[in-house]
């Protein structure tokens, strides 16, 4: 099969570059936004946490289609790699129909609930109605990514989210400023550039799944839904839904309850999340690529590898955040310089980084341990170690910590510490149990014999059950 650490940093580095390019796409928006005023950028801001949430609705399907064509893939049963792959797809298509019209009436109410003011409410409820109608758009193109990185394909995907993000980059100043014979439609500009752009990657990434061009060839029949297959994929991919739900609303509260200590502290936070995720990457990319070598190895039966796969993860991405979390406390107020002059902010991301770089590392083995227990398709974990790691340790230590023994901004940073302590020495006790190492698809039935002793082919098989 080969060496282990050059395939995973090969798989791992497309997904990396992918999530480069995604952090570009909110760049860009801003960029132009920032040019029509706060409320151009209040609207995608206040619609976020609502786009996110629906987004990880679905995303939980796609993770199920990564797990399953991974482990088919790895048992060479690629006939049914494909029709896993074709059953993620319907089921996906449908959800995705189902949550654009339901969240297209609902986005004028749910940005009441949200707060918006009668200033920004037209205009983020505009905004919020494009992007849940493309919602068809944005799944096309996370089913296309999950099936492709479940066959060991990361470099596709990312020049698709490559040609997206070029897209969009020329489409934004056309649609909101209505440069040349293009409509000045503003806020709602940027929405169709995000939609248009990701719809017509979507489209070709489909159509190279149905050509057989890459590793995958689905087929009509491969689209027609199946229940006993639906019930393994919602298996799969609701804990991963619930999780990823659950942590979009834990982080609405929790900056909710950052905003009890005023403007500059959540200025801070936000600065600090930003470079917490730039850091991320490389243990995001490691963490789907052990996703994919994880289950592609269970599906070989090859738990030992699988094993190994998820430790050279773990010790790749532990040393990039090392490096990282080292760079982040010796630079932490140039850090924070970068993106604010004020110098109450600064002095507060200082002292946040000061503390959660040194838990970096921890971020590190949680995000591999994750793609581990996604790629065997044991999503319940990946889903209880998210929960685990906000609810049940960051949320009630910032009240403790913050408020109730008085460390203020600094309770909350000691509060985002433990928690990555915490739970990554929970993930990795799981981990260590071995209860990941099974894999979900199914074995093959034991073929037939004929009356000679031999493996019986399936027209003989056919006589024989008469």
């Given at each position: 099969?080969?060496?282990?650490?050059?395939?995973?940093?090969?798989?791992?580095?497309?997904?990396?570059?992918?999530?480069?390019?995604?952090?570009?796409?909110?760049?860009?928006d801003?960029?132009?936004?920032?040019?029509?005023?706060k409320?151009?950028?209040?609207?995608?801001?206040?619609?976020?946490?609502?786009?996110f949430?629906?987004?990880?609705?679905?995303?939980?399907?796609?993770?199920?289609?990564?797990?399953?064509?991974?482990?088919?893939?790895?048992?060479?049963?690629?006939e049914?790699?494909?029709?896993?792959?074709?059953?993620?797809?319907?089921?996906?298509?449908?959800?995705?129909?189902?949550?654009?019209?339901?969240?297209?009436?609902?986005a004028?109410?749910?940005?009441?609930?949200?707060?918006?003011?009668?200033?920004?409410?037209?205009?983020a409820?505009?905004?919020?109605r494009?992007?849940?109608?493309?919602?068809p758009?944005?799944?096309?193109?996370?089913?296309?990514?999950?099936?492709?990185?479940?066959?060991?394909?990361?470099?596709t995907?990312?020049?698709?989210m490559?040609?997206?993000?070029?897209l969009?980059i020329?489409?934004?100043?056309?649609?909101?400023?209505?440069?040349?014979?293009?409509?000045d439609?503003?806020?709602?500009?940027?929405?169709?550039?995000?939609?248009?752009?990701?719809?017509?990657?979507?489209v070709?990434?489909?159509?190279?799944?149905?050509s057989?061009?890459?590793?995958l060839?689905?087929r009509?029949?491969?689209?027609?839904?199946q229940?006993?297959?639906?019930?393994?994929?919602?298996?799969?991919?609701?804990?991963?839904?619930?999780?990823?739900?659950?942590?979009?609303?834990?982080?609405?509260?929790?900056?909710?309850?950052?905003?009890?200590?005023?403007?500059a502290?959540?200025?801070?936070?936000g600065?600090?999340?930003?470079?917490?995720?730039?850091?991320?990457?490389?243990a995001?990319?490691?963490?789907?690529?052990?996703?994919t070598?994880?289950?592609?190895?269970?599906?070989?039966?090859?738990?030992?590898?699988?094993?190994?796969?998820?430790?050279?993860?773990?010790?790749?991405?532990?040393?990039?955040?090392?490096?990282?979390?080292?760079?982040?406390?010796?630079?932490?107020?140039?850090?924070?310089h970068?993106?604010?002059?004020?110098?109450?902010?600064?002095?507060?991301?200082a002292q946040?980084?000061?503390?959660?770089?040194?838990?970096?590392?921890?971020?590190?083995?949680?995000?591999?341990?994750?793609?581990t227990?996604?790629?065997?398709g044991?999503t319940?974990?990946?889903?209880?170690?998210?929960l685990?790691?906000l609810?049940?340790?960051r949320?009630?230590?910032?009240?403790?910590?913050?408020?109730?023994?008085?460390?203020?901004p600094?309770g909350v940073?000691?509060?985002?510490?433990?928690?990555?302590l915490?739970?990554?020495?929970?993930?990795?006790?799981?981990?260590?149990?071995?209860?990941?190492k099974?894999?979900?698809?199914?074995?093959?039935?034991?073929?037939?014999?004929?009356?000679?002793?031999?493996?019986?082919?399936?027209?003989e098989?056919?006589?024989?059950?008469r």
């Amino acid at each position: 099969m080969g060496p282990i650490t050059p395939a995973l940093l090969r798989l791992a580095w497309p997904v990396m570059l992918s999530n480069l390019f995604q952090t570009v796409y909110n760049l860009v928006d801003t960029l132009w936004l920032g040019r029509l005023g706060k409320v151009a950028i209040a609207a995608p801001t206040i619609s976020w946490p609502l786009v996110f949430l629906m987004i990880s609705l679905g995303a939980g399907v796609t993770i199920a289609g990564t797990a399953l064509v991974a482990q088919y893939t790895g048992a060479k049963r690629h006939e049914e790699a494909n029709h896993a792959a074709g059953q993620v797809f319907s089921f996906t298509a449908i959800l995705a129909v189902l949550f654009a019209a339901g969240g297209a009436v609902a986005a004028h109410p749910l940005m009441v609930l949200m707060g918006a003011g009668p200033d920004l409410l037209p205009v983020a409820s505009g905004y919020l109605r494009i992007i849940y109608a493309g919602i068809p758009a944005m799944f096309g193109m996370f089913i296309v990514t999950a099936l492709l990185n479940g066959i060991g394909d990361t470099v596709t995907p990312m020049k698709l989210m490559g040609v997206s993000v070029g897209l969009n980059i020329i489409l934004d100043p056309l649609l909101i400023f209505g440069w040349g014979p293009f409509p000045d439609w503003g806020v709602a500009g940027a929405a169709y550039a995000t939609v248009i752009s990701r719809g017509l990657i979507a489209v070709y990434g489909l159509w190279l799944l149905f050509s057989g061009r890459v590793g995958l060839h689905l087929r009509l029949r491969h689209l027609r839904l199946q229940a006993e297959t639906v019930r393994q994929i919602v298996m799969i991919g609701a804990p991963a839904s619930l999780g990823q739900s659950g942590t979009a609303v834990g982080f609405s509260i929790m900056t909710g309850i950052l905003a009890r200590f005023g403007t500059a502290v959540v200025s801070a936070f936000g600065i600090g999340n930003r470079v917490i995720s730039i850091a991320l990457m490389p243990a995001m990319g490691l963490g789907q690529a052990t996703a994919t070598m994880v289950g592609q190895n269970l599906g070989a039966k090859s738990p030992g590898r699988a094993a190994q796969v998820a430790w050279i993860g773990m010790g790749i991405s532990t040393g990039f955040l090392v490096l990282a979390g080292a760079a982040a406390v010796f630079l932490r107020a140039s850090l924070v310089h970068i993106f604010i002059s004020d110098p109450q902010v600064i002095a507060l991301g200082a002292q946040m980084f000061a503390i959660v770089g040194i838990a970096f590392p921890f971020m590190g083995i949680i995000q591999v341990v994750i793609g581990t227990y996604q790629g065997a398709g044991h999503t319940v974990y990946s889903m209880a170690f998210s929960l685990f790691r906000l609810w049940a340790l960051r949320i009630p230590l910032v009240y403790l910590l913050g408020f109730t023994l008085g460390m203020g901004p600094n309770g909350v940073w000691w509060a985002m510490f433990w928690s990555n302590l915490g739970a990554s020495v929970v993930a990795l006790s799981f981990f260590l149990t071995g209860n990941w190492k099974h894999r979900v698809i199914k074995d093959r039935p034991a073929p037939r014999l004929s009356t000679e002793g031999i493996a019986a082919e399936p027209a003989e098989r056919d006589l024989l059950q008469r």
